[in-house]
C-alpha cells in the first residue's frame, strides 16, 4: 500500500512538534528580585532634613494663600470686585510661590534622589540583584501583591547612602 503526501502531513507535524520539544532549551537564571522603602533612604540623607525644613516652610506659606483663595472662591457670585481682585493677586502670588518652591526643591531634593538611586544601583550590582523596587509603589500599583519580607533590602542600601 502506498502512502501519499497528504496522509503523511500530519504525521510529520506531530513527530517535528515532538522532536522540538526534546531538544533542549536554554534556560535564563533566576532573576534576583528586591525591595527597598525609599522613604526611609531619603530620611537617611544628611540633606534630607534641608528638604523637609523646605517642604514645611512652603507648606505653611502656600496653605495660607490657599485658604484664602478658597475663602473668596466660597462666595461665588457674592464676591465683591475688590475681592476678585484680591484673589487674581493671591493667585498670581500662590503660582509664583509654587514656580519658586519647585526651583529650590529640585536643587535640594536633586542631589538627594541621585545619592538614593545610586546607593541602591551599587547594592544591586554588588549583591546580583536583577530588580529592586520601591516596596511602597509596588504595592500600592498591584504590580506586586505579596512578596516575602526577606526580599526587603533597605537596611544595606541605607549603608550606601551618603
Do not use: W
Not at 76 to 102: C, F, H, I, P, Q
Not at 108 to 133: H, L, W
Not at 145 to 159: F, I, N, P, R
Amino acid at each position: 500500500m502506498k502512502m501519499n503526501a497528504k496522509a503523511l502531513a500530519p504525521i510529520a507535524l506531530i513527530t517535528a512538534f515532538g522532536l522540538g520539544t526534546l531538544a533542549p532549551h536554554a534556560q535564563t537564571p533566576p532573576q534576583k528580585v528586591g525591595f527597598v522603602n525609599v522613604d526611609t533612604l531619603f530620611a537617611a540623607h544628611p540633606a534630607d532634613k534641608d528638604v523637609k525644613t523646605l517642604q514645611t516652610k512652603f507648606q505653611g506659606e502656600l496653605a495660607d494663600l490657599d485658604s484664602k483663595i478658597k475663602a473668596i472662591d466660597a462666595k461665588g457670585a457674592a464676591a465683591t470686585a475688590s475681592e476678585k481682585d484680591s484673589r487674581k493677586t493671591m493667585v498670581d502670588t500662590y503660582n509664583a510661590k509654587l514656580k519658586d518652591y519647585d526651583t529650590q526643591m529640585k536643587a535640594k531634593a536633586g542631589p538627594v534622589e541621585t545619592s538614593v538611586d545610586n546607593a541602591i544601583g551599587a547594592y544591586a550590582k554588588a549583591n546580583g540583584f536583577s530588580i529592586i523596587m520601591d516596596r511602597s509603589v509596588a504595592q500600592q500599583s498591584g504590580l506586586v501583591v505579596y512578596a516575602d519580607t526577606s526580599t526587603d533590602v533597605t537596611e544595606g542600601v541605607k549603608k550606601n547612602v551618603k
